[in-house]
Nanobody, 118 residues
């Protein structure tokens, strides 16, 4: 099992910045991907950004050039630096970890609210 603890959400004005953190603990040895998803009211959960063990990254088109995902493997922590925030970035952000066992298992954080005011 993997436990995830998120921090860093909050309220910010348009154009502002926030940094999310997610620390993983437990059975972290076989984690292959760490990432962030978000879910706005009335919408489906969507991938924001992900980073593999090798450092390869993947971003949603809507956040490219504004958000940066990074990872500290020694601390089993993933970060999401969010700059130039827009009201449409308002959502609950969830940390996600994919761990390889017999198959790939998904683990989720509790979610942290990000609100961008116009």
């Amino acid at each position: 099992q993997v436990q995830l603890v998120e921090s860093g959400g909050g309220l910010v004005q348009t154009g502002g910045s926030l940094r999310l953190s997610c620390a993983a603990s437990g059975s972290t040895a076989s984690i292959i991907v760490m990432g962030w998803y978000r879910q706005a009211p009335g919408k489906q959960r969507e991938l924001v950004a992900a980073i593999s063990n090798s450092g390869s990254t993947n971003y949603a088109d809507s956040v490219k050039g504004r958000f940066t995902i990074s990872r500290d493997n020694a601390k089993n922590t993933v970060y999401l630096q969010m700059n130039s925030l827009k009201p449409e970035d308002t959502a609950v952000y969830y940390c996600n970890v994919k761990r390889l066992s017999v198959r790939v298992n998904d683990y989720w954080g509790q979610g942290t609210q990000v609100t961008v005011s116009s």
